[in-house]
């Protein structure tokens, strides 16, 4: 299953609460939620996993937390998401996002997912909404809903 599903999340409001915090030199922080790493290290066995960014000012931030995590990440503007998953194919990824511009992306994937705290539009288009919000456990739910859906036996 790796080789053929891909599974793109969405980093701002999904990995973190959607908060900037900014100083008079501009954006300094993003506040990441401590369980959703367990959830990666488990899922991107069976699921090439990556993440999407649309927020340039901040991207340094979001790329050292993928580094972390061992991810790979790109920077898609919101007006070229849906170009990017065109690309790929939707019917090749399952997404987890949370604005606006994904929840056309969320409907069109293969199968979609956003946080309980995500914009009205892509909780219509979800296929599953995690009961925990962006930045606070709902990576972590998401990839224990998906292990259940797909029966993947993680032997933990």
Do not use: Q, W
């Not at 699921?47 to 340094?60: K, P």
């Not at 920077?75 to 997404?95: A, D, M, Q, T, W």
């Not at 995690?130 to 709902?138: F, M, Q």
């Amino acid at each position: 299953m790796k080789n053929k599903i891909n599974f793109i999340l969405d980093v701002d409001g999904v990995f973190t609460d959607g908060a900037f915090y900014y100083n008079k030199t501009g954006k300094i922080l993003k506040k990441f939620g401590p369980h959703d790493s367990d959830g990666i290290k488990i899922i991107k066995k069976y699921f090439n996993t990556s993440l999407i960014s649309a927020d340039r000012r901040g991207f340094a931030i979001s790329k050292r937390r993928a580094v972390d995590m061992g991810l790979k990440i790109k920077l898609v503007s919101e007006e070229n998401r849906y170009k990017y998953f065109e690309k790929i194919g939707f019917k090749n990824c399952i997404f987890m996002g949370d604005g606006y511009f994904d929840a056309i992306i969320l409907k069109k994937s293969y199968y979609g997912i956003c946080p309980t705290n995500a914009l009205k539009e892509c909780k219509l288009n979800a296929d599953y909404i995690t009961k925990s919000e962006g930045g606070n456990g709902a990576v972590y739910e998401a990839v224990m809903h998906l292990i259940k859906k797909f029966k993947i036996n993680i032997n933990i």
